[in-house]
């Protein structure tokens, strides 16, 4: 079992960046594949990036590559997304989800993959 606490969310204006952070409990943090996901009103939660849990093998939705980067720190049980040039159109609530995995070396672009999720955090981009 994996607690989620997702941080760092709030009001940017276009341009800008903020870098999401994602803390874990526990202390199998280094056995989870992590992924972000983001979700709009009246839209699905859909895979914003994605990292494996050894290789630092990454996925990265075609609307945010270049600018988004996720990486994350095992020693600190914390998973981080940060954003750059941000866009109004990434505005929404941004989601943070694990699955045990061990040392496969994947990473997860699905909902349906993940069995541990945060409890959102929001992201507005002013235009």
């Known amino acids: 079992q994996v607690q989620l606490v997702e941080s760092g969310g709030g009001l940017v204006q276009a341009g800008g960046s903020l870098r999401l952070s994602c803390a874990a409990s526990g202390r199998t943090f280094n056995n989870y594949a992590m992924g972000w996901f983001h979700q709009t009103p009246g839209k699905e939660r859909d895979v914003v990036a994605a990292?494996?849990?050894?290789?630092?093998?990454?996925y990265y939705a075609d609307s945010v590559k270049g600018r988004f980067t996720i990486s994350r720190d095992n020693a600190k049980n914390t998973v981080y997304l940060q954003m750059n040039s941000l866009k109004p159109e990434d505005t929404a609530v941004y989601y943070c989800a694990a699955r045990r995995d061990y040392y496969s070396g994947s990473y997860y672009r699905t909902e349906d993959a993940y069995s541990y999720w945060g409890q959102g955090i929001q992201v507005t981009v002013s235009s």
């Open positions: 990292i494996s849990t050894i290789g630092g093998n990454t």
